[in-house]
């Protein structure tokens, strides 16, 4: 993410104050990663910011959703585990829903 468009995204969190944020693809991860684990390692693990950090960003807790980037040419996919850790995180995703 450019730092132009940082302010604007950090005041919509601000003001909307969601409690998952899904991030798709390496770069929205990294704008928004609070912990110390890799872009793959990451990938379609809920990550909560109080398990983390005592004063969050944002000034209250969320949940961070790392997902791979929707590219035709995102090769992620293709493998069968990954897939179905993608499933399982659609689940957990589920359960912010009303």
């Known amino acids: 993410m450019t730092g132009n468009c940082r302010p604007f995204l950090t005041q919509q969190i601000s003001l909307i104050r969601p409690k998952l ?46 997902w791979p980037h929707p590219s035709g040419l995102n090769r ?7 897939r179905q850790k993608l499933e399982i995180s659609f689940r957990t995703v589920a359960t912010f829903l009303p």
């Open 76 to 82: 992620w996919l293709n493998e069968e585990e990954n």
């Open 21 to 66: 944020i899904i991030t798709l693809g390496q770069l929205a991860f990294e704008t928004l990663n609070f912990t110390q684990m890799s872009f793959p390692d990451a990938l379609c693990i809920s990550l909560e910011t109080r398990e983390h950090m005592l004063l969050p960003p944002f000034g209250y807790h969320w949940t961070l959703m790392p």
